[in-house]
């Protein structure tokens, strides 16, 4: 398996599904430098207060009353250590009671899933088909608007994709499972106040109700993980006639999983995205640091050598980012008024699709990672 560095270029965040509570999950220290969030460990809170008082700490979280005030005696003396789990730093004070957690391994250790990154692979490949081999479109678009009327029976939302990757998938056999891609591990997370702009008909507007205090691995930090692409699990069986009846049974399309090549299509993917989404902000009144940050990247992109590439992956990425953004470039404008009706169930009333954006630290985009093959 090949070795990559795997470099943050904006903050990621990968949830766990979990949303902390101030004073249940977590305590918060307002009056600290950086901000720390202890993540309350139950079984050391509990040696600290003593277990006569534990009918008092439920009676707390039942009132959600403030932690720090009402055992102000027990926890003048300890350390976060003492009674955390593990601490976060939030660098700001957004005035918010929940926390969005951010995925941790067994050892408590902050990653990016494998399958996170292979779902933005998949993506990025599935675009890349999408507009650059027609019968491809054609074919999956056909069997995507079948899926759209059974979905509308049954009273649900159009499928977002369209995408029945049948000439991807043969047969049941998915030449995904001949890319094998593992976590990458971090050290450390930050929690960073993620806002919210929807734009509306005076303009863009921040929208505190969809802004959301977020667990992230920060930008600039490196970590490693290991891929295995099609070509050397291919070739790790020795017998060539065996490695002809696999790439055989499989399709033409393995080659797309060779390293090199799909290091080209990823970019390719992320610049075409990223230089639509600019197309779109410099006529839009929003924040320049946005801006920068997007051609910041794209220059990045650009400069990418052979054996590297920048993928988005995460929470908080953006519709086009999440789909490949190719469906308003292929479909026809009704059929595509029709999908973002279903997605939304709104009236848009000629505003852009889509049109919220998410920031992190005033402007910066959220996802964006470097992986570098070593």
Known sequence: ?????????????????QILKKNVDFIFYSNIHNYPIAIIDDSKFL??????KINKWLH???????????????LAKISLDQIAKRIIYSMTNPGRNELYEHIHNASLKPYIP?????GAIRTALLSYLFRTEPSFFKKNFVLGMMK????????????????????????????FR??????????QTKAIFITTYSKSKIGWELKDNLSQWTECIPDGLSSHLRINFAKQIIEANKDKQIQEL??????KNYVYLYSSQLFQIINKHTHQLLKKELDFVKHEEIDDYYREQLQRILDQVADCKQNECILRVGKHNGYLFTTGGWQK????????????????????????????RRFANVGKPIGFVKLIIK
């Open 1 to 17: 398996m090949n070795n990559l560095e795997i470099q943050t270029l904006t903050p990621v965040h990968i949830g766990s599904g």
């Open 148 to 175: 759209e009327k059974k979905y509308q029976k049954l009273n649900r939302k159009l499928i977002t994709h369209f995408v029945a990757d049948d000439e991807i998938v043969q047969n049941n056999k998915d030449i």
């Open 47 to 52: 040696a600290i207060i003593g277990e006569e």
């Open 329 to 356: 470039e292929l479909i026809d404008k009704p059929e595509y008024d029709n999908l973002i009706n279903s997605i939304s169930k709104r009236n848009y009333d000629n505003l852009p699709f889509p049109k919220t």
């Open 60 to 74: 707390c979280i039942e009132e959600k009353k403030d932690l720090r005030s009402e055992f102000s005696r027990e």
């Open 178 to 187: 001949f890319l094998h891609v593992g976590d990458a591990i971090f050290d």
């Open 246 to 251: 696999i790439k055989e049974n499989i399709g």
């Open 114 to 118: 494998g399958s996170s990154l292979k």
